[in-house]
């Protein structure tokens, strides 16, 4: 199978580069035999690259430590279930992930619209064929997961024990979907401006597919903030690590495309920034792909410096010329149907918010490429650490945040002044009330106050625009409260789901908040001795160090220490925070030593624990204690952006009918139906 699967690589290859010239000369000719034979190319592709998974896959469950990738990320005691990710726990293994993802997507979107667009859809297989045989080329040439080693060792390496985490199970798949499915809305809008069909159809082809990668981008992330406080010990969930800032650039490209997109779809603005949007979303995905294999930055999530860097910078400098070429032939057959009429308009708001985003995407871009910008220049490494990131995002982010419950409230065209008082009593009020009450606390961090007085503006917004719509139903149809809500949000998915979304970033940017108020303790104690910590809310916390133990489990070598823990004198139980040494099937170490943490969370506050180590290998232990207000709303934040981001991607709304006549120029009616 590990020799079928190399082979099926080489021949998807052939495939690859056969379908994907043949796609272009289609759509360009008109040639129908030609556009089948691409998109019979990308299903063919998809096969060989399944074949290739298996492949792989079964190499690493049957521990053929011949082969160099299983050698060097597995061993015979790793537990089965983290074999799933040591098939992408490499460069190479997640290479062919990328692979097959991509030529799944594309193979799920030629079926899709196999009756529809058919003018863009030669053109969509060519890029989806484009991108596949792209990085089919690089494991062929630089990175082969297939490689052999010239002898068989007893045993392999092991997985890093940091990717020995459930988190990683599904974190890492997630963020490759939220990349790859990404090429999707970047074919069509490169089919878009090839064939020149450039109404709105091809908005309605991808926006489903955008939401989705969007999806998978927001679920990635928040799995990646839960695994780095949970696994890395360091107390913390965001530290604007490079390949974190890589994942969250195209993130914020796509929302702010998901909110410009409306405008495009109800007043015919903003159509080429939305087609820059597109290409831009597709650039910072492969960006994000390169500085994590090219070796040019130091980030925990990094693979090892490889010439592989090499064939992705050449790739996203292609893509860049060819993507805003074409944009730049297309130019003026992209021209605005409408002007903005007033600043004071959910036009203009949109507007402003996507200029916030792409604000915060060029700093975030800046600070992560300035350390190898400095070195190139200067020959010398010029670190950007959190400081400036926090510096320069938290008032744009408040911005955004405000924006966030501007936006839906104020009428299209140009808001009334009756309309604004009408609209804008309640939140504002909410907001001043929230600011007070905070004031009258004592709390004295300004940003803190400025994000739960504005948390309290957007959540009233929401909740307003909720029993409205809720109240209207109830009194036109004699629906019950709950009958009505539920039919509100499915004939309106695409709003009220938007509004969800914008609750859980209220739930985060809570979250987010509580860091002005977190804190650290360390302490050294002997078993039976006490440290006291006070919170912010004024609880006593009183930790006593119970003692170390030392024991074998599955494959590694535990040192844990256990504490006794009380809050106002109340006892909570027993913290046990663990140093686990890795060991192989010959007992032998095969990584440095792993830190794992205990943590209490309730909804105010987590206990974290962290065991440092021991003083003179005795029983006198070194700990860590931080207190972090809030963190439990960052994950149920993030659940509810999801949930909401589900509602919008659900079957059953319709384009308005604006959209429609936009989408339908004359003899292509049939083609764009949706």
Not at 319 to 326: I, M, R, W, Y
Not at 357 to 370: C, D, M, Q
Not at 539 to 549: M, P
Not at 637 to 652: A, D, K, Q, R, S
Request: proline share 4%.
């Amino acid at each position: 199978m590990t020799d079928l699967g190399n082979i099926a690589l080489w021949v998807a290859l052939l495939i690859g580069c056969w379908g994907s010239a043949v796609a272009f000369v289609g759509g360009r000719t008109g040639r129908a035999e030609l556009a089948l034979s691409a998109e019979r190319a990308v299903y063919v592709t998809w096969g060989l690259l399944v074949i290739a998974s298996v492949g792989l896959m079964r190499a690493l469950l049957t521990h053929d430590f011949n082969v160099e990738y299983v050698a060097s990320y597995t061993s015979r005691n790793l537990p089965v279930y983290y074999t799933w990710s040591a098939f992408y726990a490499g460069q190479k293994g997640s290479l062919l992930l990328w692979a097959i993802v991509v030529a799944t997507f594309g193979s799920a979107a030629l079926l899709a619209n196999r009756g529809r667009y058919r003018e863009l859809m030669p053109y969509v297989a060519g890029v989806v064929l484009v991108v596949v045989t792209f990085f089919v080329a690089v494991m062929l040439f630089a990175s082969n997961p297939f490689e052999r080693l010239g002898f068989t060792p007893p045993d392999g390496r092991g997985l890093n024990p940091q990717l020995q985490n459930p988190g990683m199970t599904i974190h890492p798949p997630m963020l490759y979907l939220g990349y790859t499915s990404i090429t999707i809305p970047f074919a069509f809008a490169v089919a878009a401006l090839l064939s020149g069909r450039l109404d709105t159809g091809w908005l309605h082809a991808i926006r489903r597919w955008t939401l989705l990668s969007w999806l998978f981008l927001s679920c990635g992330i928040v799995l990646g903030m839960w695994w780095a406080y949970v696994e890395l010990g360091w107390g913390g969930y965001w530290a604007w690590d490079p390949v974190e800032n890589a994942s969250f650039l195209p993130w914020l490209t796509m929302t702010a495309f998901l909110h410009s997109v409306m405008i495009q779809e109800k007043r015919g603005m903003l159509k080429r920034w939305n087609v820059g949007l597109v290409v831009g979303s597709f650039l910072l995905s492969i960006f994000g792909t390169f500085i994590t294999r090219s070796g040019v930055i130091s980030s925990v999530h990094s693979f090892t410096q490889s010439s592989v860097g090499y064939f992705f910078l050449a790739f996203l400098l292609f893509a860049a010329v060819a993507g805003f070429s074409l944009l730049y032939y297309r130019w003026p057959e992209l021209e605005a149907e409408a002007k903005l009429e007033s600043m004071v308009s959910r036009e203009a708001a949109f507007l402003f918010n996507n200029l916030i985003f792409i604000v915060i995407a060029f700093s975030v871009l800046w600070g992560t490429l300035f350390p190898i910008l400095s070195e190139w220049v200067k020959g010398t490494k010029v670190t950007v650490g959190p400081p400036f990131f926090n510096q320069v995002n938290v008032p744009l982010g408040l911005l955004l945040l405000l924006l966030t419950g501007i936006g839906p409230l104020i009428a299209w065209r140009r808001a009334s002044p009756g309309n604004l008082k009408r609209q804008f009593r309640w939140p504002v009020a909410a907001m001043l009330l929230t600011a007070v009450a905070l004031a009258a606390a004592r709390i004295s961090d300004g940003w803190a106050i400025a994000a739960y007085a504005l948390a309290a503006f957007v959540t009233t917004t929401v909740a307003q625009e909720f029993v409205r719509g809720t109240g209207a139903r109830h009194r036109l149809h004699g629906e019950s409260i709950p009958v009505a809500l539920g039919r509100l949000i499915a004939r309106n998915r695409r709003r009220y789901g938007g509004y969800v979304v914008h609750l859980g970033m209220v739930m985060l940017f809570a979250g987010f908040a509580g860091l002005a108020f977190k804190s650290d303790t360390e302490a050294t104690l002997k078993p039976g001795e006490s440290v006291t910590v006070r919170s912010p809310y004024g609880h006593a916390y009183r930790f006593t160090h119970q003692g170390v133990s030392q024991y074998e489990q599955l494959n590694r070598f535990v040192s844990a220490a256990s504490m006794d823990v009380w809050r106002d004198e109340k006892y909570l139980g027993v913290m046990k925070s663990e140093k686990r040494q890795h060991m192989d099937s010959m007992g032998r170490p095969t990584f440095e030593p792993s830190t794992e943490v205990a943590i209490r969370s309730d909804l105010r506050e987590d206990v974290y624990l962290v065991y440092a180590g021991s003083v003179q290998g005795t029983e006198e232990a070194v700990y860590r204690i931080t207190l972090n207000p809030l963190v439990w709303w960052v994950w149920y934040g993030g659940v509810v952006l999801v949930i909401g981001g589900l509602i919008t991607m659900w079957p059953g709304d319709a384009p308005t009918a604006a959209s429609r006549r936009r989408a339908a120029p004359a003899g292509y009616v049939a083609q764009v139906t949706t």
